[in-house]
């Protein structure tokens, strides 16, 4: 097959083509060979946020194209289209909430078997309240009123604000991005460590605001700002750039951020329909691989310094990706959070997209979901414990994982000791949280009944 | 179509006891009533009456396109149920469709009637009438571009292209200058002679229907009108209009067609129980004619 | 000549030219520059003042969400989106340059990558001197307000628990009074708590003021920042061109491929002691990799050109599917009185419907269709289909042209049964005298006579369109210029606010030219006076 037809006949060119064809046959040597993959020109979609940043690395850095895929990364407007998105075929997989693949497969919202190979980051969420919110926790907590308060802060001082208005027969709103976000779950969570309730669902209350002394809302995030400003929601949980929007716009103050709330929590996953997968599965382990590889570019460092997030950033901030200003992203990116104009932070950990076993599938992880999805009555009904182990296997796929992985370590681009080797799947039993509850994934409904506010089961279900 | 052949029909086309009115049947009003009427072949009969008397419904029943309420039109002795190109209508309003050219709206016509001509043919058959009209010059022209004058030509060249057995001509006329209307007069009267086609020509100049016709019938004042007594033109063919008005005959005709369409006109009035005293051509503001009346417009050009 | 000339310009609705053509010949020239100074100077003059007073109003409104923008700044992002858009063709004609003309081109851009490099360098350096020196300053300008602000808070505070210690104090020795020491207690609450108001309004005011001393910028920051970020943008744009013409380019990556390819076969050929199953599926493999590289292209993603080409073939499919309907519904409803009778509640009914509701429940129809869209029919069919390939025919696209197709069909369907409704009758008597059957009746006489106000609908269908489909595009997230409103906006960077002015400017502008495309056939086809504007 002669592809480079006659420009070899021409002597000039006779050179740069032996240079190529003898650096080629080096590089040929290090590479595997390319998995065949069953589709090769694929669609990916994703919100624009700062954590969909393995996507457009892998793209942009060429992962996806060194295992023979051809990859079109889609921008979307909000994760119900993502998903539907997916769901009907438009786009072979995602960026995804961790919660929507595990609220998919179980049924909450629309129903279809999603699964997810790969963890795309920690942590990266902030919660953010107005101006108005803020000068009054200041006034409840005069420790807050300094330049460089103490942090984590919990919600505490928010509590008599909240209590104010309940007296006045209103109630405080905020706002998340998505039923089964992550943020809706760390802003219950942050409400709940301090005695605020957030409201439960269920069967006919949807919007989730039972019982509820500070109402949660629905809003897409790029429009959280704009809706804070416009007094409609007084405080919200969002992922980047739009906490730090909010502050340098002079709209609203971060308060705490989910590192504070849960240290290393998993944020979002890669999703595919379950059809999708076993119709493509070296491709999923293909696209696993070129992810791996992304997570563990955007992780590298050189001493304590990142190596490689300005350039995430650069590229981060081309209009067809996440298209903010290049200092805005950088400063979360780089590790530094902007909580107010007098309090600029160092936060290595902010995005975390390798280090801490990131990218690995943890079956942990989505029982944590279960339990929290259960904890306020979006899960309607007891379920057994095996069935929150049932259902974090079904829609966590660490098999897939670890072969992209092996594949990498044979191809030298990753390091047997980077794939986390794990028994069962499960993390271990941690007490990170903001309010310091243990959470054990092997125990789901012992963790359910140790909150003070949530839906609490029969402990008879945690031996069934 | 070659006329000579046979002999001559007298009642060529005929109007047998006809009526036509319009509305619902307790308040209808007969425009026209038992008309009575039979052309020759090869005549020419002019058809006079005021504006208003009926006459387009006249020529629409001749053309088929209207059915009478009671009463046969016949044409060479078959009933006319339906127009037909055999009946070519020349139209007041020329009818022109006004995005086709002159040459377009012959073509239409032409390749209609004669559907077993070839292109060529028919492209020659309609260039053959743009030229006897002498229209060649505007030939692409479309109807906005061209004078009254002309588009009634085209409009004569369309009906003349179907080679139609009877011409009925509803005022093709009245709408133009004098000069020109004495021109197309001329023109029509020429074709007529070489084509020797039965003609129904209708017309509210009494001089017209004197240099045009062989025979001139009367529409009395509708509504109801009818047919009255006929007025043979036995002047000389070809007649020229300079000398025409010279002669005895012709001045004896017009004056006797005149009195008798002054003389309907006062019987109609008469009728209507209404005044001599001629009223002024202004209508008060709020003005309720008799439904009789409606419609009408006193007009007569002679 | 120049009757023509006049003439072609008069049917292409541009007849504010004609006084120019005028002139030039020689014809009234007085007459001539009044029309030139009325049609031409006059608008241009409007506009410039237009310009003059965006420029001065502007920078007066701020708002959270950014300045609004200059002129000279939308001008600025309007180079910004073009920028992009050579930059991704760049990068798709680098990957498929192949020999002498690559390796030129490689050489031309590391040279360019190394001076922007330095500069990049500089420009950093540069930024975060002028940041520490505005630092200064900032701290300086704010300085007074927050000492301010921090004593009377201190005050506030302490006057608070000062007072609430002793008035608790008061209010124990109180246990035992009358009523009326007690009332007198209690306008001592009061005036207390008014003044502690009046404190702390004093404290909000000053607050303030140190709010808005905080809003300070620096335009020589904006500057450097902007300087930095170009060639930021620059540079990173350049690494990843060189990517794609070295490295990655399809030449080098073919070579690759090809190499290996000859190794495994020479292998397979001659090996005694390897697994030939395992080898010769190997090869297979890598044949059919060789086979997708020599076809692969660059992954270019969207730029408003193309989406603006998408738009437009979108706009004209909703369109072309909005005529198909409504023309022949049109001419029946003119023809038939019952059948308008029948369609009359549907076209009250539905014509008010907005795009924003038509479009979920077009898309959720569509979807239907089409469960698995990649090997739908229309879809692989259209995807074959030269030009209409390459812009992703998807059930988005199909939702967005139907959903146009659904608002902008009303305006040709009322319009065409007027057209056929009002044919002159005498038109019809000819048609009768000549026989003709319905066809030709049809396609001679009535289709004709409505054809002006055919067009005048399908004018006004064209319009609505356009505005729809914009609307649509932002819902379906279909790629195209509403697609590009939407990132845009959702992207939030100091660029979005300018951005969507360009958008508005170019969404207006081919609004126009369509318009004006839409009058000049409207002309072609009117055979009388020709009714335009």
Redesign the interface.
């Known amino acids: 097959m002669r592809l480079v037809s006659g420009d070899t006949a021409n002597p000039k060119n006779m050179n740069i083509r032996s240079v190529l064809l003898s650096t080629a046959a080096l590089v040929g040597a290090l590479h595997a060979d390319p998995l065949a993959v069953e589709k090769s020109e694929l669609k990916l979609g994703f919100i624009k946020l700062t954590d969909c940043a393995p996507i457009v690395i892998a793209k942009e850095k060429g992962f996806f194209e060194d295992e023979g895929l051809q990859v079109e990364v889609i921008a979307q407007s909000n994760w119900k289209v993502l998903l539907d998105n997916v769901i009907t075929g438009n786009l072979d997989g995602a960026h995804m909430l961790s919660g929507q693949p595990i609220a998919a497969t179980i049924g909450i919202g629309t129903e279809a078997h999603v699964v997810t190979p790969f963890t795309m980051d920690l942590n990266g969420n902030g919660i953010t309240v107005s101006n108005s919110i803020w000068e009054q926790m200041q006034e409840n907590d005069p420790s807050l009123d300094v330049d460089q308060p103490e942090h984590p802060i919990s919600s505490e001082s928010l509590k008599p604000i909240v209590e104010d208005l309940l007296a006045q027969g209103e109630k405080l709103q905020m706002g998340m991005v998505f039923p089964v976000s992550t943020h809706n779950y760390e802003l219950r969570y942050w409400l709940a460590a301090s005695g605020i309730h957030p409201g439960f669902y269920s069967k006919t209350d949807l919007a989730g605001r039972t019982d509820a002394e500070v109402e949660l809302s629905v809003t897409p995030p790029p429009q959280m700002p704009a809706t804070l400003e416009a007094g409609t929601i007084s405080g919200y949980c969002v992922g980047e750039p739009w906490n730090q929007q909010a502050v340098t716009k002079g709209i609203g103050v971060p308060v705490t951020t989910n590192y504070d709330i849960w240290k290393n929590n998993p944020e979002k996953v890669f999703g595919v329909t379950r059809k999708w997968a076993d119709e493509n599965p070296n491709t999923l382990i293909a696209l696993t691989k070129a992810l791996i590889r992304a997570g563990k570019w955007l992780d590298e460092t050189e001493g304590d310094q990142l190596v490689h997030r300005e350039e995430a950033c650069r590229i981060l901030s081309q209009p067809n990706y996440v298209g903010a200003d290049y200092e805005v992203i950088k400063n979360s990116m780089t590790g530094t959070f902007i909580f107010q104009k007098s309090d600029v932070r160092d936060m290595p950990d902010f995005n975390v997209f390798f280090k801490h076993d990131c990218t690995y599938p943890w079956y942990s992880d989505g029982v944590w979901f279960l339990t929290q999805m259960r904890r306020w009555g979006q899960i309607t009904e007891a379920k057994p414990a095996s069935w929150y182990h049932e259902i974090a296997k079904k829609v966590y796929l660490p098999e897939v994982y670890l072969k992209a992985a092996e594949a990498l370590v044979a191809e030298g681009h990753l390091e047997d000791a980077e794939i986390p080797h794990t028994e069962d799947g499960y993390k271990p039993a941690t007490t990170d949280f903001i309010d310091g509850n243990s959470f054990d994934g092997h125990k789901p409904i012992e963790y359910l009944n140790s909150f003070q506010i949530g839906i609490k089961d029969d402990s008879s279900f945690a031996t069934k | 179509m070659n006329t000579l052949s046979f002999p001559m029909r007298r009642n060529f086309l005929e109007l047998d006891q006809v009526s036509i009115g319009f509305g619902p049947t307790p308040t209808r009003v007969d425009i026209l009533k038992d008309v009575q009427l039979s052309v020759a072949e090869n005549e020419f009969v002019a058809i006079l009456g005021f504006s208003g008397a009926g006459k387009s419904t006249l020529i629409s029943l001749l053309?088929g396109?209207e059915a009478p309420t009671s009463g046969e039109v016949r044409m060479a002795g078959k009933r006319v149920t339906?127009?037909?190109?055999r009946?070519?209508?020349m139209?007041q309003?020329y009818?022109l469709?006004?995005?086709?050219t002159v040459f377009g709206n012959i073509h239409?016509?032409a390749q209609?009637?004669f559907p077993e001509k070839s292109k060529a043919e028919v492209r020659e058959h309609v260039e053959r009438y743009i030229e006897m009209v002498h229209l060649t010059a505007a030939r692409d022209k479309?109807?906005?571009e061209l004078s009254g004058g002309m588009r009634q030509r085209v409009s004569l060249a369309r009906t003349l292209a179907?080679q139609p057995e009877v011409l009925l001509l509803d005022e093709p006329l009245s709408a133009l200058d004098a000069l020109t209307r004495a021109v197309l007069q001329d023109e029509i009267l020429q074709i007529w002679e070489q084509e020797k086609k039965t003609v129904v020509l209708i017309t509210n100049d009494v001089d017209e229907a004197i240099l045009m016709a062989d025979r001139i019938l009367p529409l009395t004042m509708g509504p109801e009108a009818s047919l009255g007594e006929a007025f043979p033109v036995t002047l000389e063919r070809p007649r020229n209009r300079r000398t025409l008005t010279d002669q005895p005959e012709y001045q004896h005709l017009k004056a006797a067609i005149t009195a008798h369409l002054v003389g309907l006109n006062q019987e109609a009035r008469a009728l209507r129980g209404g005044s001599l005293v001629p009223m002024p051509d202004i209508a008060p503001k709020e003005f309720h004619a008799p439904s009789k009346i409606t419609g009408l417009k006193w007009k007569f050009s002679a | 000549m120049k009757y023509k000339l006049l003439k072609v310009i008069d049917t292409a609705g541009l007849s504010f030219l004609s006084p120019v053509v005028r002139l030039v010949t020689g014809e009234e020239p007085r007459k001539q520059l009044q029309d030139i100074a009325r049609f031409i100077l006059v608008p241009t003059i409007t506009f410039l003042a237009f310009l003059w007073l965006w420029s001065v109003v502007a920078p007066k409104h701020k708002t959270k969400a950014g300045e609004v923008p200059t002129p000279s700044v939308v001008w600025d992002a309007a180079h910004g989106i073009w920028r992009f858009h050579d930059r991704e063709s760049a990068k798709e004609q680098g990957f498929l340059l192949i020999g002498s003309a690559r390796e030129s081109e490689l050489q031309r851009a590391t040279a360019r990558l190394k001076e922007v490099e330095e500069l990049e360098t500089r420009a950093q350096q540069q930024l975060a001197t002028i940041r520490d020196r505005s630092k200064e300053r900032f701290e300086t300008a704010v300085a007074p307000a927050k000492t301010a602000y921090d004593r009377k808070r201190d005050d506030y505070r302490q006057f608070r628990t000062q007072q609430a210690a002793e008035l608790k104090d008061e209010a124990a020795l109180l246990r035992h009074s009358d009523s009326a020491t007690r009332q007198e207690f209690l306008t001592k609450l009061r005036r207390n708590a008014e003044t502690e108001e009046a404190l702390k309004a004093e404290v909000d005011r000053l607050k303030a003021v140190y709010s808005e001393a905080q809003e300070l910028t620096f335009p020589e920051v904006k500057q450097a920042m902007r300087a930095a970020t170009l060639l930021g943008e620059e540079k990173q744009f350049l690494t990843k061109y060189l990517d794609m013409l070295g490295e990655s380019s399809r030449e080098e990556k073919l070579a690759t491929a090809e190499q290996r390819l000859e190794d495994t076969r020479s292998r397979f050929l001659s090996t005694t002691d390897e697994d030939l199953y395992k080898l010769g599926t190997n090869l297979l493999k890598q044949e059919d990799f060789l086979s997708t590289t020599a076809d692969s292209r660059y992954a270019k993603p969207w730029t408003l050109p193309k989406q603006i080409v998408r738009s437009l073939l979108c706009v004209f499919t909703g369109f072309l599917i909005a005529s198909a309907i409504a023309i022949p519904i049109g001419i029946l409803c003119g023809l038939s009185p019952t059948f308008m009778a029948a369609v009359t509640p549907f076209i009250a009914l539905f014509k008010p419907v907005s795009p924003l509701v038509w479009l979920p429940i077009v898309m959720i129809i569509v979807g239907g269709f089409m469960p698995d869209p990649e090997n739908h029919w229309l879809v692989v069919a259209l995807s074959k289909v030269p030009f209409i390939k390459n812009y992703g025919i998807d059930p988005m696209f199909i939702s967005s042209a139907i959903t146009v197709a659904l608002c902008s069909l009303w305006a040709t369907l009322v319009n065409t049964a007027l057209g056929v409704g009002s044919i002159d009758k005498d038109h019809m008597n000819v048609a009768r005298v000549l026989r003709l059957n319905f066809t030709s009746r049809l396609f001679k006489i009535i289709v004709p006579t409505a054809l002006p106000l055919i067009f005048a609908g399908l004018r006004i269908s064209l319009g609505v369109g356009w505005m729809v489909l914009v609307a649509a595009e932002i819902l379906s997230t279909s790629e195209g210029i509403g697609k590009f409103v939407n990132d845009m906006y959702t992207n939030g960077s100091s660029q979005s606010f300018a951005q969507m002015f360009v958008v508005v400017f170019i969404v207006g502008f081919i609004g126009m030219l369509l318009d004006r495309i839409m009058v000049f056939l409207q002309r072609l086809v009117s055979f009388d006076t020709a009714p335009a504007l």
């Open positions: 053309a396109l339906r127009p037909s190109p009946r070519g209508v139209f309003s009818s469709l006004p995005w086709l239409l016509a209609q009637v479309r109807p906005h179907m």
